[in-house]
């Protein structure tokens, strides 16, 4: 249990300067595995073959794998240390707000122990008995808050664990423990939410906090903070973004909900449909047709759910017939986006509900054969969160999983399907 004195004097923007430098420690990293690997463009073996071998080649194995690991150990340890950080920092503010509260009555608080009493001249002040135990409500919500924003940090921590071996299931498992990281990030800062509290304490916590940390909260935890009652509706407004003609809130409400739901799934590779489904389905963006079949409508963004529009039951054999080409696939979906009121944005720029869609950089064949195009985009996501660090957190479908984190699996990604560029886009509806 983190103590009154320890929230007290704590110095939250030492655990940030920490988790800085660990990023630029893993970026380090990332750039001597890139230049070993012909930046990140193919795998090692093929990239020296016949320019490096026997010992020399073997050590070169094993820096790039070592300083792969260490860029993901390192990414791992950034995001849950860097919101601990902020999370302190909320918890601290809510701690110093109540203290503030109580002696700007008369009342004393403690130092050691934070116990807020009413001086003994006034014990017979019954309001001061109600603020008493406002304050100590406070007070206790705040260390509360602190501790399990410590506890999520140090359990993301105690599971990195570094390693030497270069196997491909070594690897999946460092992602995997980055994944972790992430997932106890987000959660350190849904543990400050009061998601209990009622609509008046909601509000003060509310304004308790600075611009800055609000803004964390609306990108971090979107539809926790939507969802809270209290929350004044401008904030709400500002989550959810109706002036693009759906709702954030919703399409990430239903991504979530859906990542693992296979029964939209028409494709080997659903991830477009799944984007498109999370907009339409939970975000209300309605369809663009001009009622021509979907897969022809080349101006369209839809799914043909009229039967006179198919009278031999083709969909019943062939449902991806049904859909338009910027529906199902990654390509035409963000082209559809950006022709049709969206706007591309850079990743400082992002707030859940945006689009990322990962391109090729260059002509090539990936592991798996398929081709390359430069500027072709081959997979797409929805934004879920954004971490107070800016780090953009990404639910995807085929494959199925959430808190991603775009930036720290683009090393990752380059190694199997070349380099990459990433084009996030904020649709908006304009029919």
Known sequence: MVTFPELLNAKP??????????????????????DIHYNGTRPLTDNWSGQAFGAAHDSLVRIANRSQVASILA???????????????????????????????????????????????????IMLCFVQDEATEMIQAALAAAT?????????????????????????????????????ALQEMRDLIPSGATR?????????????????????????????NGIPDTVKAAIDRPENGFSSVGAVRWALAHRNDDSIDDYPNNCANFVS?????????????????????????????DPYLDPLGISDNFPGLTHTKSWSLANAQRDFFLHHGGASISPNQARP??????????HG??????????GQAHHAAIVTGVLPDGQVVYTQHTSNDTDLALQGRLPEVSQSEGQQHITIVTPKRTW
């Open 13 to 34: 923007d030492m655990w940030i300067s920490a988790a800085d430098d660990l990023l630029a420690a893993a970026k380090q990293c990332e750039r001597i595995e890139d």
């Open 148 to 184: 399990r924003a410590d506890g999520d940090c140090t359990t993301a921590l105690q599971i990195l664990k570094a390693d030497d071996n270069d196997s491909t299931t070594l690897k999946a498992a460092q992602e995997a423990q980055q994944k972790i990281g992430i997932a106890k």
């Open 75 to 125: 990414r791992g340890v950034v995001d849950p240390l860097d919101t601990l950080g902020h999370a302190v920092g909320v918890a601290q503010r809510e701690l110093h707000a109540a203290v503030d509260y109580a002696r700007s009555r008369g009342l004393d608080v403690d130092n050691t122990t934070g116990v807020v009493t009413i001086p003994d001249e006034q014990a017979g002040d």
């Open 353 to 362: 509900g945006d689009l990322p869609y990962w391109e090729y950089t260059q």
């Open 277 to 305: 489904y999370a907009l339409s389905e939970g975000g209300s963006l309605p369809y663009k047709s001009d009622h021509s079949f979907a897969r022809f409508d080349h101006d369209g963004w839809g799914v043909d759910d």
């Open 200 to 228: 008046e304490e909601a509000f003060r916590w509310w304004l308790s906090l600075t611009p800055q940390q609000q803004n964390d909260f609306e990108r971090a935890c979107p539809v926790e903070i939507f969802d809270l």
């Open 365 to 374: 064949v990936t592991e798996d054969g398929d081709p390359m195009t430069p």
